[in-house]
T-cell receptor, first 114, second 109 residues
Framework: DAGVIQSPRHEVTEMGQEVTLRCKPI?????LFWYRQTMMRGLELLIY????????DSGMPEDRFSAKMPNASFSTLKIQPSEPRDSAVYFC????????????FGPGTRLTVT | DQQVKQNSPSLSVQEGRISILNCDYT??????FLWYKKYPAEGPTFLIS?????DKNEDGRFTVFLNKSAKHLSLHIVPSQPGDSAVYFC????????FGEGTQLTVNP
């Protein structure tokens, strides 16, 4: 059984460039979460979707960040333009709404913005 | 404002002994608590949870204790095994998960 799939696993880009992170949740899960992990702030929730609809985006740092979930099996997190302070590991997670808190995490995308 | 705190960044124990990881929280609206385990280069993995209406939940070698009056959560692992070496995050929910900073557990053979 495939877990949450994220791509790319590593991304190195220059400041000002657009970055798109991708996530495929576990089949049948209807909640999807994007997290960011940094040394300074730890693991923090950016946004989550329920049945493809954004429910809580209060963790999105600023307008440079956007997330979409066009269907139940795919989501993207886009940063445009990217800045060095965006360097972090970005995790996608999914869960059943009935067991909302038991989230299954992907392996993460390590983003480095130079 | 850090609503979920793990004050010990690291813990080292001998194989076979008990590991006790601690977590404190400030938000009285949290009603569900969880522990996640994370290995390097992997995402966190759900380990065990507890509802605020309980004070203990056990799953094999893992037991989570909740002291609501003290706003304190702990995870006991007994007996500890070298494969338990990982970073452990506590998390609390009031509709969304808030994670602690993590504690690196090292179990020495």
């Amino acid at each position: 059984d495939a877990g949450v799939i994220q791509s790319p696993r590593h991304e190195v880009t220059e400041m000002g460039q657009e970055v798109t992170l991708r996530c495929k949740p576990i089949s049948g899960h209807n909640s999807l979460f994007w997290y960011r992990q940094t040394m300074m702030r730890g693991l923090e929730l950016l946004i989550y979707f329920n049945n493809n609809v954004p429910i809580d985006d209060s963790g999105m740092p600023e307008d440079r960040f956007s997330a979409k979930m066009p269907n139940a099996s795919f989501s993207t997190l886009k940063i445009q333009p990217s800045e060095p302070r965006d360097s972090a590991v970005y995790f996608c997670a999914s869960s059943f709404s009935g067991r909302f808190h038991e989230q299954y995490f992907g392996p993460g995308t390590r983003l480095t913005v130079t | 404002d850090q609503q979920v705190k793990q004050n010990s960044p690291s813990l080292s124990v001998q194989e076979g002994r008990i590991s006790i990881l601690n977590c404190d929280y400030t938000n009285s609206m949290f009603d569900y608590f969880l522990w996640y385990k994370k290995y390097p280069a992997e995402g966190p993995t759900f380990l065990i949870s507890i509802s605020s209406i309980k004070d203990k939940n056990e799953d094999g070698r893992f037991t989570v204790f909740l002291n609501k009056s003290a706003k304190h959560l702990s995870l006991h692992i007994v007996p500890s095994q070298p494969g338990d070496s990982a970073v452990y995050f506590c998390a609390a929910s009031d509709s969304r998960l808030t994670f602690g900073e993590g504690t690196q557990l090292t179990v020495n053979p």
